[in-house]
C-alpha cells in the first residue's frame, strides 16, 4: 500500500482514491483506443465521449435545466472575472452589481471596473470579510447588468447557506470552491461556474453553467477564445479542449453519481465532517478561535487561529508529523485552514478532530 497523507490543501486538492486509482489503470492506454487519454485528439470520438459523458453526469447531479448550456473552458476563474464582465455587461447594461463577501469577490470587482461601473451591492471588507449578508441588507438594482457574489469564500471560509436575494434578473456565481458539495436549483442562477481544482477535479479545466439567453450579449468584437458564444457554438471544442481534465471531472462526477450517491447524500456527509471541526473550536474555550460567523460558516473551508502565531505554527508542525498536511492558513489571513472537500474522507476529519483536542489538552 502506498502511503498517503491526509491532504487539506485548499486547491488544487484531494481527489477520490477509486478516481485516482482508475487514472493509473487506464493511463498507458484507455480501452477503446488503445492509447493515452494525454495522446489521443480532442475531436476523437472517444473524447467526445469521454465530455460529453461528464456533460451528463454534471447535468443529472445538479438537474440543470435544458435552457443552460455547459461550457468546459480553460484560464481558470481567474479568467471568469474578466469573461462574465466582457460577455454579460452589453451597450445598455454597462454596470454590474458585486457582493463582496471575501477576497476573491473583491479580485473579481477589480477586474470588471476595466468594462463596466461596478456598484457594491454589498461589501464585507470592513469588518474583515466574517459574514455574508441578509437579504435586506443587498442593495442591488433591477437596470444592472448582472449581480455577482461568490458562494463560497476559499479563503476566510465564509460560505452562502442559500442564494442571496437580488432586485436584478441575472444572478452570477462564483462556485469555485463549492460547486458540487450540495444540491443546486440552478434555475436561480444566470450563470455560475467553478474551476475544477478544488471540488470538482485537476487544475486546468473550469466549468461554466449559463442560461441560454445570455449567449446573445456575446458581442461580435470580443476576441474569439473569450467570448461565451464561440464556445457553446463550438461545443466546448473551439480550440483544443484540456482534455486530462475533462477525463478526470468525468470520472469525479461518476464517483458522485455512483459510489456517493447524488448530492442530498454528499451534502449530508459535507454537514458531517464540517461539524465535526466546528464543535471541537466552539468547545475550545477560547483556545481555537473561528474566522467567520457561526450562521455563514463553510462547509468547505474551516479557518480558525489559535491565541498566538507561534502556537498556530507549532500546531501546524505537529500535525503534519501526524501525516496531516496543508494546514497552514493563507498568507492574507494567517492561522489554520483545514478545506474538506467532497473528497476528505470522514476518517480523515475524525483523525484532525483528534489531533486538535489532543493538542488543546497538550498546551493548556
Ligand atoms: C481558487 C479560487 C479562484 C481562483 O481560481 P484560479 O483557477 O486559480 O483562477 C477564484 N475564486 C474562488 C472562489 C477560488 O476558490
Given at each position: 500500500m502506498i502511503q498517503r497523507t491526509t491532504n487539506f490543501?485548499?486547491?488544487?486538492a484531494v481527489l477520490?482514491?477509486?478516481v485516482l486509482e482508475r487514472v493509473q489503470r487506464e493511463l498507458l492506454a484507455l480501452p477503446g483506443p488503445r492509447a493515452s487519454i494525454l495522446e489521443i485528439s480532442h475531436r476523437s470520438a472517444t473524447f467526445k465521449e469521454i465530455m460529453a459523458a461528464a456533460e451528463t453526469n454534471l447535468r443529472q447531479l445538479l438537474s440543470i435545466p435544458d435552457n443552460y448550456t455547459v461550457l468546459f473552458l480553460q484560464g481558470g476563474s481567474r479568467l471568469q472575472f474578466s469573461m462574465v464582465p466582457m460577455n454579460l455587461l452589453d451597450g445598455p447594461r454597462a454596470q454590474a452589481d458585486y457582493i463582496v463577501t471575501g477576497s476573491w469577490g473583491r479580485h473579481a470587482a477589480t477586474e470588471a471596473r476595466k468594462f463596466?461601473?461596478?456598484r457594491m451591492a454589498w461589501d464585507g471588507s470592513k469588518a474583515n470579510y466574517v459574514c455574508t449578508p441578509a437579504d435586506s441588507q443587498i442593495d442591488s438594482s433591477p437596470s444592472s447588468g448582472y449581480t455577482y457574489f461568490v458562494s463560497n469564500e476559499t479563503i476566510e471560509g465564509v460560505?452562502?447557506?442559500t442564494e442571496p436575494a437580488t432586485q436584478n434578473s441575472t444572478l452570477v456565481c462564483d462556485a469555485s470552491s463549492d460547486?458540487?458539495?450540495k444540491p443546486l436549483d440552478i434555475s436561480q442562477y444566470g450563470l455560475i461556474y467553478a474551476c475544477a481544482q478544488k471540488n470538482i477535479g485537476p487544475a486546468g479545466v473550469t466549468i461554466v453553467?449559463?442560461?441560454n439567453d445570455l449567449l446573445a450579449r456575446s458581442g461580435d468584437a470580443l476576441p474569439g477564445y473569450l467570448s461565451y458564444k464561440s464556445h457553446a457554438d463550438g461545443g466546448s471544442l473551439f480550440n483544443t479542449a484540456p482534455t486530462f481534465a475533462i477525463y478526470v471531472v468525468r470520472l469525479v462526477t461518476d464517483w458522485l453519481l455512483n459510489d456517493i450517491g447524488?448530492?442530498?447524500e454528499m451534502h449530508a456527509l459535507n454537514k458531517k465532517?464540517?461539524?465535526m471541526l466546528y464543535q471541537v473550536i466552539d468547545q475550545s474555550g477560547g483556545f481555537y478561535q473561528g474566522h467567520a460567523q457561526a450562521d455563514c460558516r463553510s462547509l468547505m473551508n474551516v479557518v480558525f487561529r489559535l491565541t498566538s502565531d507561534p502556537l498556530s505554527a507549532a500546531f501546524v508542525k505537529e500535525a503534519a508529523e501526524q501525516n496531516l498536511a496543508a494546514l497552514v492558513g493563507h498568507r492574507s489571513v494567517g492561522g489554520i485552514r483545514a478545506s474538506i472537500y467532497n473528497a476528505m474522507p470522514l476518517e480523515g476529519v475524525e483523525a484532525l478532530r483528534d489531533f486538535m483536542i489532543q493538542f488543546r489538552k497538550k498546551n493548556t
Open positions: 490543501s485548499a486547491g488544487p477520490p482514491v477509486p463596466g461601473d461596478v460560505q452562502f447557506a460547486l458540487l458539495h453553467i449559463m442560461r447524488g448530492l442530498e465532517k464540517a461539524n
